[in-house]
């Protein structure tokens, strides 16, 4: 520990020198940790995030608190849990007026040169500044660049060459901060795309999760994720050479993650191992110690805002930030350990609210649960909803895709009916899972004596913890979170326009997928 406190001593007054470290914060949209090379992924391939693993630390536990663009990228950028973030806890949101400062507009006015290509802070609209500008928590944005996709339904935006372009708008020696939001591998995908495009085979998908079927669809459906993946980690590789070319890669941390897990059933828009699991690796040649090492440690998204503001010698609060809840990742950087480092990184907490619409009233699903030790723990607090939105509108918290309509045709074959079930059917108040065992997360172990005595352990633990961080449904006054209204910049209340017979096609709503509840 003493080790410890030199070396953040240290770094503590070389960031208050004059050449601060740069940031860049690479992330894709909906892509699991296990679609990565450096996680053991062979079938597709990933060599610039293996490349910043290699040069530096990859994270194996590395968690979104909540599995769903808009909350879990709030969390990112204010160092809070999203039960701790009033509307932004939910998804499609206004960002509140005048509150939740990001780090990036913290960096911004701290004499960062700030920007972003891509995807930032979505969706939802993010407001007014006081002077009547419009508001960007993620500062000035740089899509102007565009290219010729190599697929229907990839962007279009250049986003290495809109980086370079950032470059060259910063003054000399200024530092920067910049954030890399692919729109891949989020739907829609053109059918198909893997195997015409990207050379693969049906065969190559080694294992299709036990809680979908194993079709030809489910796995061109995979094969379709996979090639946006590979267009999300290409230009990040192009980014990196641009970095190295201009002299800067040494002095800038580069964190390469996603927002949550893959666009699929049972995975975006949920709380288990595929949904909340990132990839997350590390590269900083000037501040790692002992680079290429492996990291055990529980972290959070809430830990990524106070490393980059420890980094650059900021103090959040000071400069206008609510209270950060998470925790500096600096001490793992300056250790020269693998595996468990930090013994109190033993869990993180994970939940959600209202995601997309498809409910009576709208109302939400509202979980929370810990990782801790290889366990996980669900507190489902409104059983009697559908966990995955309701029947009547097609499940709408889950992306339309052909592994979706496979999901629901399974209802209507006794031997298949398992999958509706794992991926739509309704829960019991506890859910519990030995995810070392069991990463597919379809053995509950909530009703087992033997673990009985674990499962009101962590729930005492968790709820103690939520109860420390003011979560309003620890207080009686949960029912805050379905009264938020819903961002300004487009949202569709669908069941009650199904319900009229007015419902439209947004793109990723499949009427083929709507079913009548059976008696």
């Not at 641009?242 to 059933?265: A, H, Q, R, Y």
């Amino acid at each position: 520990m003493k080790r410890l406190f030199l070396l953040a001593s240290f770094f503590t007054l070389f960031a208050s020198a004059e050449q601060r470290p740069n940031i860049l914060f690479a992330i894709a949209d909906d892509a699991s940790w296990k679609h990565f090379g450096a996680y053991g992924a062979e079938w597709l391939e990933t060599p610039s995030f293996d490349r910043v693993a290699d040069q530096g630390l990859l994270f194996t536990r590395a968690y979104t608190p909540n599995a769903k663009c808009g909350p879990s990228r709030s969390s990112l950028l204010t160092g809070r849990y999203t039960w701790q973030l009033e509307e932004l806890g939910n998804h499609w949101v206004d960002y509140p007026v005048g509150k939740y400062q990001t780090y990036h507009e913290t960096l911004g006015k701290s004499g960062y040169h700030v920007g972003y290509t891509g995807k930032g802070w979505s969706p939802g609209d993010q407001g007014e500044l006081p002077n009547g500008k419009k508001r960007s928590v993620l500062l000035r944005q740089y899509n102007q660049i565009k290219l010729t996709p190599p697929a229907k339904h990839i962007s279009n935006i250049d986003y290495a060459e809109n980086f370079r372009k950032f470059l060259s708008d910063r003054k000399e020696g200024q530092p920067f901060c910049f954030w890399y939001g692919g729109n891949e591998p989020h739907r829609k995908y053109e059918y198909g795309a893997g195997v015409k495009y990207g050379g693969f085979k049906l065969e190559d998908v080694p294992q299709v999760p036990r809680f979908w079927p194993d079709t030809e669809e489910v796995r061109n459906d995979m094969l379709d994720y996979a090639f946006e993946i590979e267009h999300f980690d290409e230009h990040l590789g192009k980014i990196l050479d641009i970095l190295d070319e201009s002299g800067e890669l040494e002095n800038t941390i580069v964190i390469v993650t996603s927002d949550n897990g893959m666009p699929f059933p049972r995975v975006k828009g949920q709380e288990y191992e595929y949904s909340n699991h990132m990839p997350f690796a590390v590269m900083w040649p000037q501040g790692i110690s002992a680079p290429g090492r492996v990291i055990d440690d529980y972290i959070s998204f809430i830990d990524v805002a106070p490393t980059f503001l420890e980094i650059a010698g900021i103090d959040g609060e000071a400069e206008g930030m609510e209270p950060i809840t998470g925790r500096s990742l600096t001490p793992l950087f300056y250790s020269d350990r693998s595996g468990r480092i930090d013994p109190t990184r033993d869990h993180v907490l994970i939940g959600k609210e209202r995601h997309d619409i498809g409910r009576p009233g709208n109302t939400g699903y509202p979980i929370r649960g810990m990782f801790k030790n290889g366990f996980l723990y669900l507190h489902n607090f409104e059983t009697d909803r559908w966990p995955a939105g309701h029947p009547l509108t097609g499940y709408m918290n889950i992306d339309s895709s052909p592994t979706k309509t496979a999901v629901l045709d399974a209802r209507y074959t006794p031997s298949k009916r398992m999958y509706w079930q794992w991926n739509v059917g309704k829960r019991g108040t506890h859910e519990l899972y030995n995810v070392l065992e069991d990463e597919d997360c379809i053995h509950d172990l909530s009703d087992s004596p033997v673990y009985q005595e674990l499962m009101d352990s962590m729930k005492e633990e968790l709820f103690a913890s939520l109860r420390e961080q003011e979560d309003p449904r620890m207080y009686g006054n949960g029912e805050i979170f379905d009264q938020y209204e819903f961002g300004r910049d487009g949202m569709i209340n669908f069941f009650e326009d199904l319900m009229n017979g007015t419902i439209e096609d947004m793109g990723w709503y499949n009427p083929a997928d709507v079913q009548q509840i059976e008696d």
